[in-house]
């Protein structure tokens, strides 16, 4: 029986990341000779929500396993009176000081480095980037920073669905958007991978911290396989090949988490704004 993973988490963190969670999974002997398959679906940062995306959520259509997505989208598919997915039991830590090797992240507020922009607050009536409305560090966090939605919906002038976090970035260097919020472990990864960006933005103020992005499975899952997936994904540390190529991401290891990890008073509240799709330029790469 093949194992199927899905992630929602790129282009924004690399399709290559979860390509190494799934190598590791290939290389426990608990799972061996059973076909493990990777895709992503790039366009939102989770299931969609409402009447008709209930019914093509992959996860109750039983063609994924396993999925990397937003917490905001597995609460809403928590809500359902049949969920079709649940917690694996175990979140990825990365290398952030400010995490302090805990499960979280933040959002991290950018502006262009040439900005006269000082305080959030300066931003009022300019044009704001974001990935897509699932997203809680592209965009449920702002209704946190800014308190009500009446607030959100009269303080920017415009609000410019990007389609991912790179996309984001790229809107804000090249003058598109005034600013966006970037999870914090995409932009840290762009940083360290293109050196030159940190001439080309800086960061306003972060958010946070807020529960790092779930591990689902298939609630219908064999249960036992439930259990052989969260052990191995929490010995990661112990096989070097895994923490080699999780270095390359700033990825430290996977620990145990809970419900009570992913309470929905520790998330920002959804917000509305208005928007405009921008459609990404095919000749120009995500990562600069």
């Not at 990864?189 to 972060?206: F, G, K």
């Not at 010995?235 to 270095?247: G, I, Q, S």
């Not at 996977?254 to 917000?271: C, K, M, N, S, T």
Request: glycine share 10%; proline share 8%.
């Amino acid at each position: 029986m093949e194992l199927r993973l899905l992630t929602y988490l790129s282009p924004g963190l690399p399709l290559a990341l979860f390509g190494a969670v799934a190598d590791h999974l290939r290389r426990c002997s608990d799972l061996a000779g059973r076909g493990i398959a990777l895709a992503s679906e790039e366009r939102v940062s989770g299931p969609e929500h409402g009447p008709v995306a209930r019914s093509e959520d992959p996860f109750s259509r039983g063609e994924a396993d396993v999925g990397f997505l937003c917490a905001p989208t597995y609460l809403r598919l928590r809500e359902r009176e049949r969920p079709p997915a649940e917690l694996l039991g175990v979140a990825p830590v990365f290398a952030d000081e400010r995490a302090r090797g805990k499960p979280v992240y933040f959002c991290d507020v950018i502006v262009r480095r040439g900005s006269s922009t000082r305080s959030f607050w300066d931003l009022k009536g300019g044009a704001w980037a974001y990935n897509d409305p699932c997203s809680l560090s592209g965009y449920g966090g702002l209704a946190g920073r800014l308190g009500s939605q009446e607030t959100t919906g009269s303080f920017f002038e415009r609000a410019i669905r990007s389609g991912s976090h790179p996309a984001s970035v790229r809107l804000v260097v090249d003058g598109g958007a005034d600013a966006a919020s970037i999870d914090s472990n995409v932009l840290r990864i762009l940083l360290d991978w293109t050196p030159a960006l940190r001439e080309e933005v800086r960061i306003l103020e972060s958010w946070g911290p807020y529960p790092i992005q779930p591990v689902v499975v298939r609630t219908t899952l064999d249960p036992a396989l439930k259990v052989t997936l969260r052990e191995s994904l929490l010995r990661t540390e112990a096989d070097p090949r895994t923490r080699l190529e999780f270095e390359a991401f700033g990825l430290k290891r996977f620990v145990a988490v809970g419900e009570e990890d992913y309470d929905a008073g520790r998330l920002p509240q959804p917000i509305a704004a208005r928007s405009r799709t921008l459609r990404s330029d095919p000749q120009r790469p995500f990562l600069f």
